[in-house]
Nanobody, 124 residues
């Protein structure tokens, strides 16, 4: 069993930066793929970024490429999402997720563990 707790959300002006963190419990976390998803009010939850267990492979949705960076520290059981050049359309509840599946899944259904989310609001 893995528990995920996100932190680092807040209110920021457009063009600003935020760093989200996710702390995981569980001995086998280092073998899981990890990802960030987000959900804006009235919209479906969408994929943002993912990283495989070894940190070799990453994948980003097009709208955040070049602005967001996903990271992990398996020794500390933490996951990060550095968000730069934020836009009002990045406003969402951001979720950390972990998958026991091999590779770099992007579908929500492939993720077994989820955090409660942290709110990011970008003002124009």
């Amino acid at each position: 069993q893995v528990q995920l707790v996100e932190s680092g959300g807040g209110l920021v002006q457009a063009g600003g930066s935020l760093r989200l963190s996710c702390t995981a419990s569980g001995r086998t976390f280092s073998r899981y793929a990890i990802a960030w998803f987000r959900q804006a009010p009235g919209k479906e939850r969408q994929f943002v970024a993912a990283m495989n267990w070894s940190s070799i492979f990453t994948y980003y949705t097009d709208s955040v490429k070049g602005r967001f960076t996903i990271s992990r520290d398996n020794a500390k059981n933490t996951v990060g999402l550095q968000m730069n050049s934020l836009k009002p359309e990045d406003t969402s509840l951001y979720y950390c997720a972990a998958s026991t599946r091999v590779g770099l899944p992007r579908a929500q259904s492939s993720y077994d563990y989820w955090g409660q989310g942290t709110q990011v609001t970008v003002s124009s």
